[in-house]
């Protein structure tokens, strides 16, 4: 069974500018998780998705962050625009419903 | 609020000795706790995952514990290998409709050869 694939792998920009993100979940998984991990703290839910409709957006700072998950499968997570403060590895799971998540190997984004 | 704490922060030990990681929740309602391990520069590997209804799970040389009514899970490694080294981040699910992961900030371990 594939697992939970991201991309890039590493990303260095310079403040202000723009990235994104690309998440594809396992197969079936109709619940997609975006976390932020900040170096030395453990990760915190920034967006997730059940289908193609958000159920928790509460810690997404929105007016620089936005997420999509058109068609309910594959998901984009966008910073734009950058701050140094964003750096930080960011990790996308999927689940069924309850169940076990799996996490992908996450994006490291190094803001200059 | 949920929030979940681990002790120690950083842990270092010599070789083949058994050792446990603390983890503590202030909301005992919970859905499930998970227990991971992250190698540097990776994504999270699933250890053991533990229902709300059980007490213990046991995966070779690690063994978890949960007792919601106090808050607090326990993951034991035994007879631990310089292979072991990672931190190790402890993750509840709440029990309301989204099911997310709230996670603690970890313990980073080294294992001496």
């Known amino acids: 069974e594939a697992g939970v694939a991201q991309s890039p792998r590493y990303k260095i920009i310079e403040k202000r500018q723009s990235v994104a993100f690309w998440c594809n979940p396992i197969?079936?998984?109709?619940?997609l998780y975006w976390y932020q991990q900040i170096l030395g703290q453990g990760p915190k839910l920034l967006i997730q998705?059940?289908?193609?409709?958000?159920?928790?957006d509460s810690q997404l700072p929105k007016d620089r962050f936005s997420a999509e998950r058109l068609k309910g499968v594959d998901s984009t997570l966008k910073i734009q625009p950058a701050k140094l403060e964003d750096s930080a590895v960011y990790l996308c799971?999927?689940?069924?419903?309850?169940?076990?998540?799996?996490f992908g190997q996450g994006t490291r984004l190094t803001v200059v | 609020k949920q929030e979940v704490t681990q002790i120690p922060a950083a842990l270092s030990v010599p070789e083949g000795e058994n050792l446990v990681l603390n983890c503590s929740f202030t909301?005992?309602?919970?859905?499930?706790l998970q227990w991971f391990r992250q190698d540097p520069g990776k994504g999270l590997t699933s250890l053991l995952l533990?229902?709300?209804?059980?007490r213990e799970q046991t995966s070779g040389r690690l063994n978890a514990s949960l007792d919601k009514s106090s808050g607090r899970s326990t993951l034991y490694i035994a007879a631990s290998q310089p292979g072991d080294s990672a931190t190790y981040l402890c993750?509840?699910?709440?029990?309301?409709?989204?099911?997310?992961?709230?996670f603690g900030t970890g313990t980073r371990l080294k294992v001496l050869a």
């Open positions: 533990i229902q709300s209804s059980q």
């Open positions: 909301d005992s309602a919970i859905y499930n």
């Open positions: 197969s079936g998984h109709a619940t």
């Open positions: 998705f059940q289908n193609n409709g958000v159920v928790d």
């Open positions: 799971a999927s689940s069924t419903q309850g169940a076990e998540a799996f």
């Open positions: 993750a509840v699910r709440t029990t309301s409709g989204t099911y997310k992961y709230i």
